[in-house]
């Protein structure tokens, strides 16, 4: 990483990798990326509510903060939701997040 930016690779539904570079100041969560690729997704529900915005962590998943008590409880009301689930509108993009590789479910 050059220090300005953060490199996070989203794949998306049809299984095409998306590589984004994020400038580190700006604040975005990753669900702010998807709304960039996935035009079905229409929800506006800022706490994750509606888990349409469910992605795997593929790689980086130690990169994470732990899950806080509203994503756990997001998650366990989703059925395929797996140990690699994680909602992304709960998750910020900062500087650790550098090499993070993540899948739409």
């Known amino acids: 990483?050059?220090?300005?930016?953060?490199?996070?690779?989203?794949?998306?539904?049809?299984?095409?990798?998306?590589?984004?570079?994020?400038?580190?100041?700006?604040?975005?969560?990753?669900?702010?990326l998807i709304k960039r690729i996935d035009e079905h997704i229409t929800c506006n529900c800022p706490r994750g509510k509606c888990h349409q915005c469910q992605v795997k962590i593929v790689m980086g998943a130690d990169k994470l903060l732990a899950k806080a008590s509203v994503e756990l409880d997001i998650l366990s009301r989703i059925l395929d939701a797996g140990p690699a689930s994680r909602i992304a509108c709960q998750i910020r993009i900062r500087e650790s997040l550098n090499g993070l590789i993540i899948s739409l479910t």
């Open 1 to 32: 990483m050059n220090g300005e930016n953060i490199y996070i690779t989203l794949i998306d539904r049809q299984h095409v990798h998306h590589l984004f570079n994020v400038p580190r100041f700006w604040d975005l969560t990753l669900f702010d």
